[in-house]
């Protein structure tokens, strides 16, 4: 009879296995958003209408670009697990961060001024599927903004 094989625990640092790096696609060029990721985990009101999985309205807002900021960072910081990264202009860029597992999602938000409209993407650091929180947190936002 062979002796059980002695396994050894392997501590693991969960923060550090979800601390990953920010993409380098963030960032508003010419008012445009990165577009979503293929995968079914990111939303934007930038993609293309007719693809549902990936397109969300952008949030109608009227008034000026600084009303239209100051609106959409009290929004954000009045959100659960929500950090404001960079703000500059009419750009705002915030990392969700859940609770448990501390998974990141990165939402992006710009003013375009001569639509009155608020763009917006939210997309998912990791994996495939979101269950729809990406899509949920663009219309909290929304009603938080409105």
């Keep these: 009879m062979k002796p059980p094989v002695e396994r050894k ?8 296995v979800f601390s990953w790096k920010r993409p380098g696609n963030l960032g508003a060029k010419d008012g445009r958003l990165a577009p979503p990721k293929r995968t079914p985990n990111s939303v934007s009101s930038q993609a293309d209408p007719a693809d549902a999985e990936h397109y969300i309205a952008p949030i109608v807002f009227r008034g000026d670009a600084s009303q239209a900021m ?14 404001v990264i960079r703000q500059e202009g009419n750009y ?3 990392e ?10 990165d939402v992006e938000l710009v ?9 917006v993407r939210s997309a998912s650091r990791l994996g495939r599927r979101d269950f729809g929180v990406n899509r949920s947190r663009v219309e909290a936002l929304r009603a938080r903004i409105r």
Excluded: C, P, S, W
């Design 70 to 83: 100051a609106a959409v960072r009290k929004a954000v910081d009045g959100m659960q697990g929500a950090t």
């Design 9 to 16: 625990r392997a501590d693991v640092n969960i923060g550090a």
């Design 96 to 105: 969700y961060r859940t609770r448990l597992l501390r998974f990141v999602d």
């Design 92 to 94: 705002l860029y915030a």
């Design 111 to 119: 003013f375009d001024e001569k639509t009155a409209m608020i763009h």
